[in-house]
Structure formats: structure tokens, C-alpha cells
């Protein structure tokens, strides 16, 4: 039997953030007539069982970009929803992938912790047995299209409008919620920024649209906890510095550094983008990071050709 044991906090009214053990976050919201899923994680376990555990309205299922830490348990949905240009993806996408990532996120949990609390299993689950290939889901979900705008009414008076936003991937998106002030951005902000996927005149333009939609949100949620604690917004100073530091980028008066990654090692000062992974340049590009108090942004720019 697939685990259900998410950490699960409900944070507003009708709206809960669960954790699929530290590899990602889901949101579930309720109205009065329909749920709404954002994202579905690495694929641990039974997101649906655990959903339908608070919930048995009608759910909308709605992905905020195609990468495999938030796809990952869609097959157990009939239908998504996700923007056209992040379709390319197989899901879910490859186990070996998956169990990989989940492995070193719990290593790294248990080097946090530290001395005699590193011998236990941190989690409910069996890496075998809760995540699953692709063959273990003979149905795959309908795709639909997710576009800029796109209203999803829950009932009760609890709209969620989808917006494009990409940088972290071709077609990221966001969920805004008016009702309860609320924006969830699965990747396309955090402290630790990706932005591989657009180039950073295209995703800073788009954080500037979301920051000028502020006097309709009071909270911020992302698609990882890493820093943040669970069931808490992002600190008010992300957005402002994640803008600053790209405009300081494209301008020229930011400097690119080494850092160390969350996985234990130093990340080089030049990352070649993985080509599996389409971008909307059309351009093989490389990666620099930049850094300033504690945003830290990944940039990818066009590699020059010898």
C-alpha cells in the first residue's frame, strides 16, 4: 500500500501545503463546489488518497511547470492542466531520475540533523515501493492547456487566475488567489532561482508583472520549503531582491561566483545546460550564478561557439 503520510499544514482558510518529505510542495485549495491541486511533486506515495482525505469535491489539478520534482504523481489524476510549451516531458519521467534525487534530499535532511538521528529513516516511505515507473500507470492523464489569464472558478466566490511566468522553465506559471491573497509560483521564484529556460530579459519582465500585482496578494508560496518553513510564506524581500540582482545582471554590475550546491558539492563556475532540456532560445547555454545576501540566482546566458 502507497504511503499517505504527507506532512500537511492548513495555513488559510480551505488551504493546506503538503510536503512530499522535502522534495516538493502541493497546495490544495477548496471551495464551496470544486478543489484545485497545485503540482504534484516527485511521485511519492498517494497524493490522491491524501487529497481525498480533506477533500471530495471535484478536483482541478493544475501543474506550475513540467520539470520531474512536479510532475511526478500526475498519473493518479485523470486530467492536468499545464502550459503547452512544458508538455515535452514524459510523465512521469525517469524513476532511476527520481529515486536518485529523493536519495540525496533525504541524505542531505539527515546531514542537517546530524549525529545520532543520521542512523534512522527520516521517512514514511520505501523508495522502492512508493515510487513507482511509468509501466506502474497504464492510463495516462489528459493534457490540457494552461494559459495566461485562465480563470478556475472553486465556488464560493474562489477564483484562481493562472499567469505566465517563465524563466525557470518555458512555460512556468503561477496561481493567484485572490480570495485568500495568496500567490503560488512553484519555481518561478525562490532564493535559490533557476532562470535556464527564457533569457533573463524575458523573466525578469514577467517578476515584474507579479510584483505589480501585489496589491492583490499578501503572501507568496513557492514550490519547496527550503526556505521557508512549511505552511509559511516567503520573506517580502525575495521578489525585490530577485529583481534587483537580475537587472544588476543584464546590466553588467553583477559578477558571477562559485557557490556550494544543496547536494554537498561545489557548483562550477560555468554549468553547461543539460541539452535534453528545451529552452525557448534555441541557443546551448550556460549557466552562471550570481549571488547577493540570500538570493542566489542560476542565469543561464547563450554559450559562446569556438
Known amino acids: 500500500m502507497l504511503t499517505k503520510l504527507y506532512p500537511m499544514v492548513q495555513f488559510k482558510k480551505n488551504t493546506w501545503e503538503i510536503d512530499e518529505f522535502d522534495c516538493a510542495s502541493m497546495f490544495l ?3 464551496t463546489e470544486k478543489a484545485m491541486l497545485i503540482d504534484c511533486g516527485m511521485g511519492i506515495g498517494d497524493l490522491r488518497g ?8 471535484p478536483l482541478i489539478v493544475v501543474i506550475t511547470h513540467g520539470h520531474i520534482d ?7 489524476f485523470d486530467e492536468i492542466w499545464i502550459h503547452p510549451e512544458d508538455q515535452w516531458a514524459p510523465i512521469p519521467q525517469d524513476i532511476e531520475r527520481r529515486r536518485w534525487d529523493v536519495q540525496r534530499i533525504a541524505h542531505r535532511q539527515k546531514t542537517c540533523i546530524g549525529g ?5 529513516n527520516l521517512y514514511p516511505f ?3 515501493e512508493d515510487i513507482r515507473p511509468a509501466e506502474a500507470y497504464p492510463n495516462k492523464p489528459v493534457l490540457r492547456d494552461l494559459y495566461d489569464g485562465q480563470e478556475f472558478d472553486l465556488g464560493g466566490g474562489r477564483i484562481v487566475t493562472a499567469y505566465e511566468c517563465p524563466g525557470h522553465s518555458p512555460g512556468e506559471m ?3 488567489d485572490r480570495q485568500t491573497r495568496t500567490l503560488f509560483c512553484g519555481d518561478a521564484l525562490n532564493f535559490n532561482l533557476g532562470i535556464n529556460a527564457k533569457l533573463a530579459p524575458t523573466a525578469l519582465e514577467h517578476l515584474k508583472k507579479i ?3 501585489s496589491d492583490q496578494y499578501d503572501d507568496i508560496y513557492n514550490g519547496h520549503h527550503d526556505f521557508r518553513a512549511l505552511g509559511m510564506p516567503l520573506d517580502d524581500d525575495c521578489l525585490p531582491n530577485a529583481i534587483a540582482l537580475i537587472e544588476d545582471v543584464i546590466s553588467g554590475k553583477a559578477y558571477p561566483c562559485q557557490m556550494p550546491s544543496f547536494w554537498g558539492q561545489d557548483v562550477p563556475l560555468t554549468r553547461q545546460e543539460e541539452s535534453s532540456h528545451p529552452n525557448a532560445t534555441g541557443q546551448l547555454m550556460d549557466r552562471l550564478t550570481y549571488h547577493r545576501g540570500r538570493n542566489i540566482i542560476n542565469v543561464g546566458t547563450p554559450k559562446k561557439q569556438n
Request: hydrophobic share 40%; aromatic share 16%; charged share 15%.
Open 29 to 31: 485549495l477548496e471551495g
Open 50 to 57: 491524501a487529497v481525498e482525505m480533506i477533500t471530495d469535491k
Open 70 to 76: 512536479h510532475t511526478g504523481n500526475a498519473c493518479q
Open 116 to 120: 545520532y538521528y543520521t542512523q534512522f
Open 126 to 128: 520505501d523508495i522502492y
Open 174 to 176: 503561477v496561481f493567484l
Open 211 to 213: 510584483q505589480a500585482m
